[in-house]
């Protein structure tokens, strides 16, 4: 299960358009920690900015005692003034006591607009944070394919992370992913699962979003064409179109783990994703953007 990371937000704050259950509490944030690592998953994904995340998570990973083994990558948050060191390296500090970790795999940007620092001091910030051993990889939070281009063309990013699903080909069709791996950095898809709209069905739809029923309805009779959930769908696609990649998906209860770990273990036909680069050739942005639902 490599290629699979928990992303955490959701154990740190209400997330989610498909959120039935809220923020869960300390003991099933720790249960969901525990099926995924039972999964070989041993990636997580946080944030300064998601709450109480990252205190939530080191909790559940100093309860297992593999604190010394996950690997976490956490994002600065992004009111931070990222061109002052000592406000970056206090914050770096006070991430590491939360997650109970010696050292991050990975510490991000966690806004695109952020990369307009970087030759004016950010740069050397967050190498200084590398060559104290507290970091392994910087990173950065994209929207944007040419925002992507920039961070894989930037000497001392290693890791862009972005949203990539069935419906949002962007990154794909501006080769992307191609880039990376010429570049030889790794892609860390967010979004897989829209925040869980792609897997609504089109009643569950508020009326205010009711222009992305139609898609639903699509997606839904393509799953039902090749026997497929939803689920397995999108991460299906995933897998075969971006093999390369990191995909992080979050959980609300430790039964989402176990879904998405079988889902993915399922192989997609070939047929399916070419109907679904036909069918998903361009998607209103309306639908793509959660900001702009």
């Not at 509490?25 to 099926?35: F, G, P, R, S, Y």
């Not at 010429?182 to 709209?197: A, N, P, T």
């Not at 680069?277 to 900001?291: A, R, Y």
Request: net charge negative.
């Amino acid at each position: 299960m490599n290629s699979l990371v928990l992303g955490t937000a959701q154990l740190g704050l209400h997330y989610g358009i498909a959120n039935k259950t809220g923020q869960p509490d300390q003991a099933t944030a720790d249960a969901i920690v525990q099926t995924a690592w039972e999964n070989g998953i041993c990636e997580f994904d946080t944030a300064q900015g998601y709450g109480t995340s990252e205190e939530v998570l080191g909790k559940a990973l100093h309860e297992m005692g593999i604190a010394s083994k996950a690997q976490v990558i956490s994002k600065f948050h992004p009111d931070l003034n990222h061109i002052d060191a000592s406000a970056m390296s206090n914050a770096l500090d006070e991430s590491m006591k939360r997650l109970g970790v010696s050292c991050l795999s990975g510490m991000m940007l966690h806004r695109e607009e952020l990369l307009s620092l970087w030759d004016k001091g950010l740069a050397e910030i967050l190498r200084s944070f590398v060559l104290s051993g507290r970091v392994k990889q910087i990173g950065v939070s994209v929207y944007s394919p040419d925002k992507a281009r920039q961070a894989l063309d930037t000497d001392g990013i290693d890791i862009v992370q972005l949203p990539a699903n069935v419906l949002d080909r962007r990154f794909e069709n501006a080769g992307i992913f191609r880039l990376a791996d010429e570049r030889k950095k790794k892609i860390y898809i967010r979004s897989v699962f829209l925040q869980g709209l792609l897997l609504m069905k089109a009643e569950e739809i508020s009326d205010s979003m009711a222009y992305a029923r139609p898609i639903l309805e699509k997606l839904e009779s393509i799953s039902s064409e090749f026997g497929l959930t939803r689920r397995e769908l999108a991460l299906g696609y995933v897998k075969t179109e971006m093999p390369d990649s990191k995909v992080i998906f979050g959980a609300d209860v430790p039964a989402h783990v176990s879904e998405n770990v079988s889902s993915w273990k399922k192989s997609i036909p070939v047929s399916l994703v070419s109907k679904v680069k036909e069918i998903f050739d361009s998607v209103d942005e309306k639908i793509l953007n959660p900001v702009l639902w």
